[in-house]
């Protein structure tokens, strides 16, 4: 009996020295943990922060309108509306893009001021553009509201096309 005691306690030593880290290398471990999950998370927003710098980049580009690019955009928008109108809403939004596509950051948005589209730039310009021009005649009306806040701050734009 003595032996199997003694192998118990040689066991039970071997265990916790196999099995069980020390506070230490715990508290290591932890830290580890975390840095690990810091930097992932890093490394996700710089490819966000990249991905929104590409996306205003090509959306501050000037697109050439041709009369094939206006039918598509046309058949698109009749979709957008058609599955809208089905589902009882009077409203879809048709645009969304960051607010450092308006030479304000998006406060004469934010304000509803009535100059706001004086503002745009890029793609969001062409977009009203193509709405005063197509849109507006047939009685469609064009709101722009900042959709997001992050950290309080003006974010994106939304453009809702509205038939009410």
């Not at 030479?103 to 730039?121: H, M």
């Not at 009685?139 to 809702?160: N, R, S």
């Amino acid at each position: 009996m003595n032996t199997q005691g003694s192998t118990k306690a040689t066991n039970m030593d071997t265990l916790g020295d196999e099995f069980f880290m020390s506070a230490d290398d715990l508290r290591k471990y932890m830290m580890e943990m975390k840095m690990a999950h810091v930097s992932q998370e890093l490394n996700a927003m710089t490819k966000a922060d990249e991905a929104r710098r590409e996306l205003i980049r090509s959306l501050q580009e000037h697109v050439d309108v041709t009369p094939e690019k206006i039918a598509e955009l046309k058949q698109r928008l009749q979709g957008m509306i058609r599955r809208a109108a089905a589902n009882g809403e009077t409203e879809t939004m048709v645009m969304r893009f960051p607010n450092a596509l308006c030479t304000d950051g998006g406060r004469a948005i934010n304000n509803t001021e009535p100059d706001w589209p004086k503002t745009l730039t890029g793609r969001p310009r062409q977009a009203y553009e193509f709405w005063k021009e197509h849109l507006q005649p047939a009685k469609y009306t064009l709101k722009a509201m900042i959709i997001e806040f992050p950290g309080g701050f003006p974010g994106d734009v939304g453009f809702f096309l509205s038939w009410s």
